[in-house]
């Protein structure tokens, strides 16, 4: 009988809320889906950072969570009394697990695998059931001052509206501004906000308002004193996740760059969302590798184009040629060619090339770039990241190696780095068949990088090359005449095999990529 009572005593508030309660709860609404869609977004963005594969991780990311939402809506049938109690203390403990979320997930990674997942999975969950129990709870509040059918109507469109504000803010603002790690914590802080504004309004529905309040205002605290310790924070983290010291990191919108120096031997390395694009000690052995065979084959060589290469180190190995009159150098992010040509360290490693009369940078994309009218160029060399995600895919593509063959003139040649034929013998050979079916003859060669292995390569070009083709005369400190002799022999455990071809239609290199670096059996 008493609880009977208590829940029509509740009913009956609901019904005398006045204008600005409504509007608190309407805008309650808007801000939890704007908090919902972003901490989806912030897990998904970290374990592709992390693990990789963007579109698996995006996948599982949004997919469990609306599995978690419908298990939290399912949930909420069983409250019935004080919703707006539970409504209150489901944002206190959604704005703490939410705002530790990335930070979490870059602590559990360093350890071991398997506990990524399990946090990973943990979080997504649990966020995804929390925010499944808030918006019926605020529903049912709102139908006992109005009809069902505007009270369903206001909540759909609001809840529509957040999604939206925050899938637009994660990427232009969040992200660029305060990086994985503060993003998360400034999201908590907005979910402590919504609380908190809640607790004064409806103070007098509330159980204990008092503890409540102070339990939230103390939260908040803490959360504030987090995001302002974001940037170390992100340090140790990072610090964690690479085991040298950082000494350079930004978020851009296209990728993480990280900068690190060993404690050891002062070993130094660049990465890109986690991967490492090279280390200074014998990074020399790949550009060198990438750019001077296809340089070094007799015919003119007046105009180059360079897709990818940022730290400019390619750059530094086509600038040995005087005959060489202009050079194009197209990568997607001005941070990077902006980094790499102040940087002290990196500036004096690639000779300071991308500051260099004859180079001229277009920060593009590579695919857009080439898919449109202008010069036409002797060589192009492609030195882009390995295609761990499905916007490098496509520069790995049948159509884009197409598009790249209209853009060179008739005797041009193109040259692309391609993976380990070693770690990833499906994926390099896959490269090779690709650039065939683009109606090129293509010389596939290797050579031994210690940062990387055995690393691979594919010349394109208009007729088929042989080793004797290539007459390397500008210096050097490891590549010569009788190293590409033996460079296109490979052992029987990296020959070539069956691979698929890779286009935009059936983007098949990825996933492949990705399967081989998991060791999943092809």
């Not at 036409?376 to 520069?395: F, T």
């Amino acid at each position: 009988m008493n609880n009977a009572n208590e829940i029509k005593k509740d009913l009956d508030n609901y019904q005398q809320l006045n204008r600005k309660q409504l509007f608190i709860l309407l805008l309650s609404i808007l801000i939890v889906a704007l908090c919902a869609i972003t901490y989806q977004l912030i897990i998904g963005t970290v374990s592709s950072y992390l693990i990789g594969n963007s579109v698996y991780q995006f996948s599982m990311t949004i997919g469990l969570f609306m599995f978690a939402m419908g298990v939290g809506s399912f949930l909420s049938k069983g409250i019935i009394r004080n919703l707006i109690s539970n409504f209150v203390f489901i944002e206190v403990v959604l704005a703490v697990i939410g705002g530790l979320s990335s930070l979490l997930l870059f602590m559990a990674f360093p350890l071991i695998t398997a506990l990524y997942t399990i946090v990973m999975y943990a979080l997504i969950l649990i966020i995804g059931t929390l925010v499944g129990l808030e918006l019926p709870l605020l529903t049912r509040i709102l139908t006992h001052k109005e009809s069902i059918r505007h009270s369903i109507a206001d909540v759909m469109s609001l809840d529509y509206v957040g999604a939206l504000i925050g899938a637009v803010i994660f990427p232009l603002f969040l992200l660029p501004q305060l990086g994985l790690v503060r993003s998360s914590f400034a999201i908590g802080l907005i979910n402590m906000g919504v609380a908190i504004i809640n607790i004064h309004f409806f103070r007098v529905h509330l159980q204990r308002p008092r503890l409540m309040a102070t339990v939230s205002v103390s939260l908040l605290g803490v959360l504030i004193i987090l995001t302002i310790m974001g940037t170390r924070l992100t340090s140790f983290a990072e610090n964690n996740l690479y085991f040298d010291q950082v000494i350079f990191k930004q978020q851009t919108p296209y990728q993480r760059i990280v900068y690190t120096k060993s404690y050891v031997d002062g070993e130094k390395r660049l990465y890109l969302d986690g991967h490492v694009q090279f280390c200074d000690r014998d990074e020399y052995r790949y550009h060198e590798a990438l750019v001077h065979p296809v340089m070094s084959v007799p015919g003119p060589r007046d105009t180059i184009l360079i897709l990818g290469g940022g730290d400019g180190l390619a750059a530094r190995e086509v600038l040995k040629y005087a005959d060489v009159k202009r050079i194009h150098l197209v990568d997607i992010d001005p941070a990077i060619t902006g980094f790499c040509s102040r940087f002290p360290g990196i500036a004096k490693l690639n000779q300071g090339s991308l500051t260099h009369p004859k180079l001229e940078i277009f920060n593009q994309d590579a695919f857009t770039f080439m898919n449109q009218k202008g010069i036409l160029y002797d060589k192009v060399i492609i030195d882009l990241p390995d295609p761990h995600n499905e916007a490098l895919n496509k520069l790995y593509s049948r159509e884009f190696y197409k598009i790249i063959k209209m853009r060179m003139k008739p005797h041009g040649m193109l040259v692309s780095q391609s993976a380990s034929p070693f770690y990833t013998r499906n994926t390099y050979w896959s490269i090779a068949r690709t650039i065939e079916e683009a109606t090129f003859a293509v010389f596939s060669y290797q050579v031994t990088i210690p940062t990387f292995g055995i690393w691979g390569f594919h010349i394109g070009a208009s007729t088929q090359l042989s080793p004797g083709d290539f007459d390397i005369q500008v210096a050097t400190r490891y590549l010569n005449n009788q190293t590409m002799q033996t460079a296109s022999v490979f052992g029987r455990d990296i020959d070539r095999i069956d691979a698929p071809v890779n286009s935009l239609m059936d983007p098949k290199l990825y996933m492949l990529y990705v399967r081989e670096l998991r060791g999943d059996p092809i």
